[in-house]
């Protein structure tokens, strides 16, 4: 079974970056796709992108131009590059796996192991 854990997470102001990492170990880490969801107080989680085995990405429409997903399998990590980043960025990011072709859907469903998820918060 796949384990994750975030980390990158903190306090940044409005227009600022950060960048996530979500690192996997007990399984064959390439072998998956990976998905970043978020959740911000009293709202749903929503999908934020995902990343395929072939580093295909895919992003929700309020991550588009702004935000990046990128791997790097030989570390068994994935990246969130965010940038100029808005009070509505708010929330606990999480990563997670899923070896299922509608890995693009943003179908929490379809992901199967998740991490403990790393707060991010932006305010002046």
């Known amino acids: 079974q796949m384990q994750l854990a975030e980390s990158g997470g903190g306090l940044v102001q409005p227009g600022d970056s950060l960048r996530l990492a979500c690192v996997g170990s007990?399984?064959?880490?390439?072998?998956?796709?990976v998905g970043w969801f978020r959740q911000a107080p009293g709202k749903a989680r929503e999908f934020v992108g995902a990343?395929?085995?072939?580093?295909?990405?895919y992003y929700g429409d309020f991550a588009k131009g702004r935000f990046t997903i990128s791997r790097d399998n030989a570390k068994s990590t994935v990246f969130l590059q965010m940038n100029n980043l808005s009070p509505e960025d708010t929330g606990v990011y999480s990563c997670?796996?899923?070896?299922?072709?509608?890995?693009?859907?943003?179908?929490?469903?379809?992901?199967?192991?998740w991490g403990q998820g790393t707060q991010v918060t932006v305010s002046s």
């Open positions: 997670a796996t899923t070896t299922n072709v509608a890995w693009a859907r943003g179908e929490q469903y379809y992901y199967g192991a």
């Open positions: 990343i395929n085995r072939s580093q295909g990405t």
């Open positions: 007990g399984g064959t880490f390439r072998n998956y796709h």
